[in-house]
């Protein structure tokens, strides 16, 4: 079974410009979460879609926003780029919410300019 | 203060030593405790998930520990190969649905020959 997957790996803006990151999950995975990995700060949860709704939400700005499809893919947005947005980004899918183990994929690495 | 702390931050050993890992956590209520193992440049691979009523999961070499009345887990690696150099990071995920995680700065080790 494939892993989670992350498009694309390595992104490079400008400041005030906007990205997407794209995240497939497993398959059969319906439950998808967002986080940010800096060295500063560490890893800290964005947000969790699951059944196409947001379910859970990080302490970010409205910056960032995220949507999931009904085939259960993901799309995080940030908007209005800052330079502390320079981060690897991670998905993680789970088969539901609440106490399933989480796979991550490999990350979008973003560095804003 | 984060609500999540290991230590050390980093340690080195060498190759068939044993190590222990400590984390220490103030956010509550939750739903489980992980340990995440995350090699350089890929994302976080789960090791264990327990409930707040276990206090013990093994995953092989690895053994975590949970005591919810002290706040704190460890996590034992037995019989360390070079492979386990990585990040080990302790996550609690909170109570009220889904994947809502708290991770702690996590645990830098290498394993020398």
């Known amino acids: 079974k494939a892993g989670v997957t992350q498009t694309p790996r390595y992104l490079i803006k400008t400041r005030g410009q906007q990205v997407t990151l794209s995240c497939s999950p497993i398959?059969?995975?319906?439950?998808v979460s967002w986080y940010q990995q800096t060295p500063g700060q560490g890893l800290q949860f964005l947000f969790e879609?699951?059944?196409?709704?947001?379910?859970n939400k990080g302490n970010f700005p409205g910056r960032f926003s995220g949507r999931q499809f009904s085939n259960s893919r993901s799309e995080m947005n940030v908007s209005t780029l800052e330079l502390g947005d320079s981060a690897l980004y991670l998905c993680?899918?789970?088969?539901?919410?609440?106490?399933?183990?989480?796979?991550f994929g490999p990350g979008t690495r973003l560095t804003v300019t | 203060k984060n609500q999540v702390e290991q230590s050390p931050q980093s340690l080195i050993i060498l190759e068939g030593k044993n190590c222990t890992l400590q984390?220490?956590?103030?956010?509550?209520?939750?739903?489980?405790l992980r340990w995440y193992k995350q090699d350089t440049g890929r994302g976080p691979v789960s090791l264990t998930i327990?409930?707040?009523?276990?206090n013990t999961k093994s995953n092989g070499r690895y053994t975590a520990t949970l005591d919810a009345d002290t706040k704190q887990s460890s996590l034992h690696i037995t019989a360390s190969q070079l492979s386990d150099s990585a990040s080990y990071i302790c996550?609690?995920?909170?109570?009220?649905?889904?994947?809502?995680?708290?991770f702690g700065t996590g645990t830098q080790l290498k394993v020398e020959l």
């Open positions: 993680a899918s789970s088969l539901a919410l609440a106490g399933y183990e989480q796979y």
């Open positions: 398959s059969g995975h319906r439950s």
């Open positions: 879609y699951f059944s196409e709704t947001q379910r």
């Open positions: 984390c220490n956590y103030t956010v509550s209520p939750f739903s489980n």
């Open positions: 327990m409930t707040f009523s276990e």
């Open positions: 996550v609690v995920n909170l109570t009220g649905g889904g994947n809502k995680l708290t």
